[in-house]
C-alpha cells in the first residue's frame, strides 16, 4: 500500500510495448517512450523560451514524464483503433482516468491524493505545455516509424504513423513546431534518402494536405 504500490508499478511501463501485434526490428516500451517524450519537450520549451514564451517547467515535467502512465491499466492499444472515432477516443480516455482515479484513491495516502491527481492527468491541453507535450509526444512516433522504415521494414502501419503525426505537428501552433519543420525535418528527410521506402515522398504529402 502507499506511495511504495505506485513507485513499483512503474516496473509494468518496462514491459508494455508500443505499436503491439506489429513486426518490428526494434521495441520501444512504453516508459522508453516517456523518457524520450520528456527529453524532446525541453529542448521544444527552451525554443519556445528563446521567443520570449513562458513555459511552466513544473507542469511540463509532470505532464510529460507521467503522460502515459494510465497505460499500466488499458496498455497500448493500437493508434488506427484509438482513433478510429472521437466517440472511441472519448470512451478509452474515460476508461484510463476512471481506473487512474481508482489507483489514487485505493493506494496514494490522502494528503498525496491531489497532488497525485494533477501529476498522472490528461495533460494535453491548449495550454503551451500542454501543446509541447502534443509536439514531443508525436515526435517520437515520427522517430519510431523513421527507424522501422530506415531498417527496411515495410508495415504500412509505421508509414501511416509517420505521416499522421507530422499531419499533427503541423497544425500545432508552437514556435518550435517551426523549427522543426524548418531546420530539424529536414534533416530527418535526408538520412532517410537512402531508406528502402521514399521518405522525403511520404514527408511531401503530408505537408502538403
Known sequence: MGIHT?????????????????FKLQEHSVSAHSWKVVQYAKTLADIEESHGVT????????ITSSHDYGEIFIGDIKTPVKHYSLELRAMLQQVEEGMVA???????PEEFQAIFR?????????SVEGRILEVADKMDQIYEAFAELQLGNT???FIT???NALIKIKGIKLHCVD?????ILPDIVREGSRSPVDIEKITNEALSS
Open 161 to 163: 504513423m509517420y505521416r
Open 179 to 183: 523549427y522543426f519543420l524548418q531546420h
Open 102 to 108: 481508482h489507483f489514487i484513491d485505493e493506494h496514494i
Open 118 to 126: 494533477r501529476q498522472l492527468r490528461e495533460g494535453k491541453d491548449d
Open 155 to 157: 508495415e504500412k502501419e
Open 6 to 22: 505506485y513507485f513499483y508499478s512503474l516496473n509494468d511501463l518496462e514491459r508494455i510495448i508500443r505499436c503491439p501485434g506489429r
Open 55 to 62: 513555459v511552466d517547467w513544473k507542469k511540463l515535467y509532470e
